[in-house]
């Protein structure tokens, strides 16, 4: 599942367990000193599996995003006439998908790593709209960055994640949420993932 792959490659925080009120049973009789007992030594057990690292899934908004993120990249690449909703020689493709969103969106150039801008589209995520550009190579590969609003969201720092044959390099800088995704190696998209980084910080 896709949060596995976010704990075993992208190391989120850890989510920490908390137990109450285990302690606060008063052993009455016998019988209830025994369940406090049993109590406590599930309580125990469970912190030590814990302690001892094993994977808690993510936060659901940051896979929530990053599902939704893979998902419209795995349809949409596929598509080979209708993969964008407005190319990218349409003038109002920026102004569209950034009135959208929510913000100014600014699609980076990736030319000089051999990707050009095709164009892009809008996605429904959850309710809210995202925008998804898509860049193509000489050989045809495809990446997509996605971009949604993140306002209840804490901020992420960058991760690699890989679900249903892409790999996906993701962020969040609240009040937005960004992912590339492709299928390439790790180092490559980590590389265009930063070019993506540099320019969106740019005013």
Same mark, same amino acid.
């Not at 925080?13 to 908390?18: G, P, T, Y």
């Not at 709209?129 to 045809?140: E, S, V």
């Given at each position: 599942g896709i949060g596995a792959d976010i704990l075993d490659e992208a190391i989120p925080?850890?989510?920490?367990?908390?137990l109450k009120n285990a302690s606060r049973i008063k052993p009455d009789s016998h019988w209830m000193r025994a369940a406090a007992s049993v109590m406590l030594l599930v309580v125990g057990a469970v912190a030590g599996w814990i302690a001892h690292g094993t994977a808690v899934p993510a936060p659901s908004s940051e896979t929530g995003f990053?599902?939704?993120?893979?998902?419209? =990249?795995? #349809?949409?690449? !596929?598509?080979?006439? =209708?993969? #964008?909703?407005? !190319?990218?020689?349409e003038k109002h493709l920026v102004r569209w998908l950034s009135r959208r969103v929510g913000r100014t969106l600014n699609p980076p150039s990736l030319k000089s790593a051999g990707y050009l801008l095709v164009g892009g589209r809008l996605v429904a995520d959850d309710g809210a709209?995202?925008?998804?550009?898509?860049?193509?190579?000489?050989?045809?590969n495809r990446l997509t960055l996605y971009v949604r609003s993140a306002r209840d969201a804490k901020d992420v720092s960058f991760k690699i994640a890989t679900e249903r044959g892409v790999s996906a390099f993701y962020w969040i800088e609240a009040p937005y949420a960004y992912a590339l995704i492709g299928k390439t190696d790790r180092d490559n998209l980590v590389a265009l993932g930063e070019i993506v980084h540099t320019h969106l910080q740019k005013p």
């Open positions: 925080e850890r989510m920490q367990a908390v990053l599902r939704h993120a893979v998902s419209a =990249h795995v #349809v949409f690449t !596929k598509e080979r006439r =209708h993969a #964008v909703e407005a !190319k990218a020689t709209p995202a925008a998804q550009f898509m860049y193509q190579n000489k050989d045809k």
